[in-house]
């Protein structure tokens, strides 16, 4: 017999009865009845119960053992009497008498429960990871993860895709965030970075001639926390073609990723009506470039309403260029309370309100009337030419928000969310997606300078003519998939002309030195003649925490950092030791007073 099993703990069934065995794993829970013992052995695969009284040999070695002790058990399967069949496991008709017992691996008291899923500390789960995967729930979270991974590499085997890995020290680049920088021992004073992205590989993959590629891509950046995405690294399901258009990576993509959350989304309906939205379209209908849209919602224009009306607060504000009023429909929403719940919700957003309207029976009984201070304000006429644009009717609301739209935007958009999840509007138990198109190339920062907005090695839609023209005007093929209010693919049709990115990156300050100097290689392998190209990455995390329906990304991390980026089981980051930092030429400075 094996020396540590000869079956796992999810094996065993009826059709074992009267076998001798051998079982390893941990102790799940101990029960004494008396003088008889019930254990739950648990292993990766599954839970056996074990019984042992005292005419075993085992009797006097089972007493002593504890939760989350390691265990070898020799003993003999038993048909469990009906009345105590287990339906919920698969070894549920069956148990193992104990005949021998070795302990492998004692355990001091736990820190945190492993039995069950109660809530406990964050900072414990992490500094105990080890211990917190044990739970049930997320252990099959990472199991969840895996098959999605393995399935991932399966349907992109089985489109043509080759797998190739690119380098993890790198060259510095601009990706948008954060480089994590690692120091030369063999140069001193300069320094690698770890890749935000595999970005110029890829590109220069498809320079190579491969036309198809994709890997499961760690990347690397120096962010802030969220409560989707990671501080420090994460992966990517990375792909590039060769000679395709946008059209054609769309049209690669949603066969992978539909078929994952089909395969994985537990019986919620997945929507294969994959619509296109631009992204200014995108911003004034939902206030948001990932839109959630199983909220039927859409916010609406409707500043000519207001202009010249007796509200003077919307009334001046639309003198001001570039300023508009914006409406949230409410259908059903139409009670003074939810509205002053929803307006309430706006002044924590940071706001000072959110005008409202809502329509109502009219108190004579002659119909429906309007109203709210708005309503008031602006009068019948106007109020009517409102509803009818935003298709509302008795028993239904609308809010308004004013200013340029950059200002409440964002604000908009969190309300819109909070009015369909109040109301019941937002569908449930589903998956529906969109790609977002057509975004900006550049944008202007704080200081007045043009900036690259996204990625800054997209095509621009126009090529070098709109180049020349206003350069916040310019539009890329830069596209998102967004599902369900999170953006899970980002990526681009991209720039392999070397004339186009010169001028491309001489708008956002970057003179043709500086991009030789940092994108050297991709500028002298798109000289030797470059295929159009285009690709796009697919954040693994972030899929695997929507299927597992969760809010927080490190609950589908095997071994994620805190919201301080911050290891506690390995206590990262740490100082470097005085010959570590000498072999470097390194010094720390001391933290400013």
């Not at 001091?108 to 739970?135: A, I, N």
């Not at 043509?160 to 021992?185: K, M």
């Not at 990347?219 to 501080?231: K, L, Q, T």
């Not at 950092?561 to 911050?566: D, L």
Request: negative net charge.
């Amino acid at each position: 017999m094996h020396a540590y099993r000869s079956h796992t703990c999810a094996d065993l069934n009826k059709a074992n009865a009267g076998q001798d065995v051998r079982l390893s794993g941990w102790v799940h829970r101990v029960r004494d009845h008396g003088g008889v013992l019930f254990l739950d052995l648990r292993d990766h695969y599954g839970i056996t119960q074990v019984i042992c009284d005292g005419d075993s040999a085992a009797f006097a070695g089972l007493e002593k053992v504890r939760s989350e002790w390691v265990i070898r058990i020799d003993g003999t399967v038993k048909l469990r009497d009906e009345s105590l069949i287990n339906a919920k496991i698969p070894t549920g008709e069956i148990e193992v008498y104990a005949r021998g017992i070795e302990v492998l691996g004692a355990s001091e008291e736990l820190p945190l429960p492993v039995f069950g899923e109660q809530d406990y500390p964050e900072e414990t789960r992490l500094t105990y990871r080890f211990l917190d995967l044990r739970r049930d729930g997320l252990h099959n979270k990472m199991m969840l993860r895996s098959n999605v991974v393995r399935s991932m590499r399966n349907r992109m085997w089985d489109q043509g895709f080759n797998e190739f890995q690119t380098p993890i020290i790198t060259a510095s680049s601009p990706e948008g965030a954060r480089d994590f920088l690692v120091p030369s021992r063999l140069h001193p004073g300069k320094f690698y970075a770890l890749p935000q992205a595999p970005q110029q590989f890829k590109q220069m993959i498809m320079v190579a001639g491969f036309d198809r590629y994709f890997q499961i891509a760690p990347c690397f950046r120096d962010e802030d926390p969220r409560a989707d995405r990671s501080p420090t690294d994460f992966y990517q399901l990375d792909l590039e073609m060769s000679f395709v258009t946008q059209e054609d990576v769309f049209a690669a993509v949603q066969p992978v990723v539909q078929g994952i959350f089909e395969e994985f989304g537990n019986g919620n309906k997945v929507y294969s009506d994959w619509t296109h939205i631009a992204y200014a379209d995108a911003l004034k209908w939902y206030g948001s470039d990932k839109p959630d849209l199983r909220n039927p919602i859409k916010m609406q224009d409707v500043s000519e309403h207001f202009r010249g009306s007796g509200f003077a607060i919307f009334a001046k504000l639309l003198e001001n260029e570039g300023t508009e009023v914006r409406a949230i429909p409410a259908p059903t929403g139409g009670s003074r309370k939810f509205c002053d719940r929803m307006n309430a919700f706006a002044q924590k957003e940071g706001l000072p309100g959110m005008g409202y309207i809502f329509w109502r029976k009219a108190e004579d009984g002659s119909g429906m009337e309007a109203a709210g201070p708005l309503a008031k304000n602006i009068g019948p006429e106007r109020t009517e030419a409102i509803r009818l644009q935003l298709g509302l009717g008795e028993g239904d609301a609308a809010f308004f928000l004013g200013g340029k739209a950059e200002q409440f935007e964002a604000v908009a958009g969190r309300a819109r969310n909070e009015i369909g999840r109040e109301l019941k509007l937002t569908e449930e138990n589903c998956f529906k997606f969109a790609w977002i198109i057509d975004f900006p190339m550049y944008e202007k920062t704080d200081e007045g300078k043009i900036d690259f907005s996204h990625n800054p090695f997209s095509m621009p839609q126009g090529g070098m003519e709109a180049l020349n023209g206003d350069p916040l005007k310019v539009l890329g093929y830069q596209y998102d998939l967004a599902c369900n209010g999170y953006e899970l693919i980002s990526g681009a049709i991209r720039n392999h002309k070397p004339e186009i990115m010169f001028k491309a990156f001489e708008l956002a300050g970057y003179p043709a030195s500086e991009v030789e100097k940092r994108f050297g290689g991709m500028v002298k392998a798109f000289k030797y003649g470059a295929p159009p190209h285009g690709g796009c990455a697919a954040g693994i995390d972030r899929i695997v925490m929507l299927l597992a329906d969760e809010q927080n990304i490190r609950e589908v991390i095997m071994f994620p950092m805190n919201q301080r980026a911050e290891d506690l089981m390995m206590n990262a980051p740490s100082e470097p030791l005085n010959e570590q930092l000498r072999e470097l030429r390194l010094r720390v400075l001391p933290k400013e007073a």
